[in-house]
């Protein structure tokens, strides 16, 4: 059975760093790309970051670029979200999704029970 | 950036009720479309993938069709367990982006 779970989410002040984990199981994770993709409160989905399988490829969202970091360890099955320079929109649920297909036919087939982050002084 | 808007914002149905949910690109993006379902509190959940295909364990009453710019999803006869917000999400060009949502509710 196919697992995510994230973990590291808490309260944080303003420009406070917090790094995010998401351990997989169930499933070769070496073969997968990974995501992260956010919910603040009340409104919708909005991706942040993803990495291919060999960390090769790696994209940011405009919102987040400059101050997130994404990054995974596949001996560990676990993909990480290094968050620095936090803002109180960055305040959110985080969600990491794995990423089947390949080139542009990618779905996010699972998707882990998510983390909140809250940034407020 | 390829902006998704869904149509309409929230919709009161009943039991049984046949509903269509709209998704429009900003630009064409073939068949590069996908369709999540999400209940309060819960992660989202895969329904339809290029824009047509069934997700695995889904279903058949969920269908999806469209190419290009505009698409939707079809529930043919709602089930009590398919209240919920629904998500279009293009995959078509980075950063992948999703439409706002539309919350189903019962009528």
């Known amino acids: 059975e196919v697992q995510l779970v994230e973990s590291g989410g808490g309260l944080v002040k303003p420009g406070g760093s917090l790094r995010l984990s998401c351990a997989a199981s169930?499933?070769?994770?070496?073969?997968?790309?990974m995501n992260w993709v956010r919910q603040a409160p009340g409104k919708g989905l909005e991706w942040v970051s993803s990495?291919?399988?060999?960390?090769?490829?790696?994209y940011y969202a405009d919102s987040v670029k400059g101050r997130f970091t994404i990054s995974r360890d596949n001996a560990k099955n676990s993909v990480y979200l290094q968050m620095s320079s936090l803002r109180a929109e960055d305040t959110a649920v985080y969600y990491c999704?794995?990423?089947?297909?390949?080139?542009?036919?990618?779905?996010?087939?699972?998707w882990g029970q998510g983390t909140l982050v809250s940034v407020s002084s | 950036d390829i902006q998704m808007t869904q149509s309409p914002s929230s919709l009161s149905a009943s039991i049984g009720d046949r509903v269509t949910i709209t998704c429009r690109a900003s630009?064409?993006?073939?068949?590069?479309l996908n369709w999540y379902q999400q209940k309060p509190g819960k992660a989202p959940r895969l329904l339809i993938y290029?824009?047509?295909s069934l997700q695995s364990g889904v279903p058949s009453r969920f269908s999806g069709s469209g190419s290009g710019t505009d698409f939707t999803l079809t529930i043919s006869s709602l089930q009590p367990e398919d209240f919920a917000t629904y998500y279009c999400q293009q995959s078509y060009s980075t950063p992948c982006s999703f439409g706002q949502g539309t919350e189903l509710e019962i009528k």
């Open positions: 630009q064409s993006i073939s068949n590069y």
């Open positions: 990495i291919s399988s060999s960390s090769s490829y790696i």
């Open positions: 169930g499933f070769t994770f070496s073969s997968y790309g």
């Open positions: 999704a794995r990423e089947y297909g390949s080139g542009t036919y990618y779905k996010f087939d699972y």
């Open positions: 290029a824009a047509s």
